[in-house]
């Protein structure tokens, strides 16, 4: 446990993630159905706003390690948080004034994508200082369970408030959840930051994380399997609203049971992670879950009426579950293998690279959903989702039973003597 750190520091961490966790899951069905049946958004306005949520990663993706590892961690957090309340609540505001347009829309998701970079890249590399190393991937598959649980309920209460009260005043339930959470987080320890005389340049600091990672013969081919899934994760932020509305002609209430389905998979995945990963090791885990997700993304757009319903949900719920056990593994091997002052750094770049992968999926879907249709550009992003796979089976990690394997490996290599001569 980190120093000054107790359990109760690890429950209140949990708990502030855990209540805006449940507010942004309802505001993710009230913000497209605001831009589709308030607004009447077009299928590419909705891959615009899915694309604004995360094109963030892109912009400061990088310097987001760096900058988080010169401020106070809390601070930072709690900042985080007001800048997404204040986003949030400017919606309702602008709509009971009569000037809600979607490019207000865009500019929101793209306020709350620019926050959304810094408190999470600040918090994983919390979890690391306050928990011991045997318990992280229990504790990282925890908080993707309660990811799933918030996944779970919150779409389902999102579309239930949608239709009780309306698409834009749900999204109040948002705005109220990250004032919580800054409110919780006010109480964690402030991080004292060993801050040398003078600080590297930010472009060599942010080289040597790009480098570690992607020279990594593990980390490396792990975020680009994550990449790939992660674009395909970005057309279906833009289209599965779209999908059920417009396509399957699925009214508010079952929209949002739908989309909570996910929640189920990666309930089932969170809870089955730590079982998978000893009964296969967690090489061969990553492996077969990124299989998994490409049988999931070819199940969604199946079907027409009610079989097209469940081939929606269980597609979503096998999609769901192999990528978290695949994101729990990779997200817990980076927190172990990488040195303590890279990994801030580390977190960003693999989430610059993976995440950033999202809007450009969302934009590319929405551009083509147009003279397609959802359906199909669906069909072709699962197809694209077999690079996730592949990323694993061309690199060592097809030989690993364990990631940790290789760096055994790597101490247990001898030293290259010189030769005489050279």
């Excluded at 834009?168 to 006010?186: C, F, G, H, K, W």
Aim: include cysteine.
């Amino acid at each position: 446990m980190g120093v000054g750190a107790g359990a109760g520091t690890f429950w209140r961490w949990w708990t502030a993630g855990t209540t805006s966790l449940v507010g942004s899951a309802v505001g993710a069905v009230a913000l497209p159905l605001t831009a589709l049946t308030v607004l009447d958004a077009s299928p590419f306005e909705m891959g615009l706003i899915a694309a604004a949520s995360y094109v963030a990663w892109i912009v400061i993706g990088l310097p987001a390690g760096v900058i988080t590892q010169r401020l106070p961690l809390r601070g930072t957090q709690v900042g985080a948080d007001l800048a997404r309340a204040a986003a949030v609540a400017s919606i309702p505001l602008a709509w009971w004034w009569g000037q809600l347009t979607v490019a207000h829309l865009v500019v929101t998701a793209l306020v709350v994508s620019f926050a959304n970079v810094l408190f999470d890249v600040a918090n994983s590399t919390f979890l690391p200082s306050i928990v011991e190393r045997d318990q992280l991937q229990s504790r990282n598959s925890l908080t993707s369970a309660t990811h799933a649980a918030s996944q779970l309920s919150g779409p389902s209460l999102g579309g239930l408030a949608v239709q009780v009260l309306g698409a834009v005043p749900t999204l109040l339930v948002d705005a109220i959840s990250y004032l919580v959470s800054a409110a919780l987080l006010r109480t964690l320890p402030a991080r004292r930051v060993d801050a040398p005389d003078r600080w590297p340049p930010m472009g060599a600091l942010i080289r040597q994380g790009w480098r570690f990672v992607a020279h990594h013969p593990v980390m490396g081919p792990g975020m680009w399997a994550a990449t790939a899934i992660n674009f395909v994760c970005g057309a279906q932020l833009a289209l599965y609203p779209l999908y059920l509305v417009r396509e399957l002609h699925a009214p508010a209430g079952l929209v949002g049971v739908l989309l909570a389905v996910e929640g189920v998979g990666a309930l089932v995945g969170a809870a089955l992670t730590n079982r998978i990963t000893a009964r296969l090791g967690t090489a061969r885990a990553l492996v077969v879950a990124a299989l998994v997700t490409v049988v999931g993304a070819f199940l969604v757009p199946l079907g027409t009426g009610w079989p097209a319903y469940a081939a929606f949900a269980a597609g979503n719920v096998v999609f769901s579950c192999g990528t978290v056990v695949l994101s729990v593994t990779t997200r817990t091997y980076r927190q172990i293998a990488s040195p303590p002052d890279l990994l801030s750094r580390v977190m960003a770049t693999v989430r610059f690279v993976s995440w950033g992968a999202i809007p450009v999926g969302g934009l590319v879907a929405g551009a083509l959903a147009g003279p397609i249709g959802a359906r199909a550009t669906l069909l072709l992003f699962a197809a694209s989702l077999v690079c996730a796979p592949l990323a694993l089976l061309l690199s060592p990690v097809r030989r690993l039973r364990d990631l940790t394997d290789h760096d055994r490996d790597a101490e247990a290599a001898p030293v290259p003597q010189p030769v005489a001569g050279r």
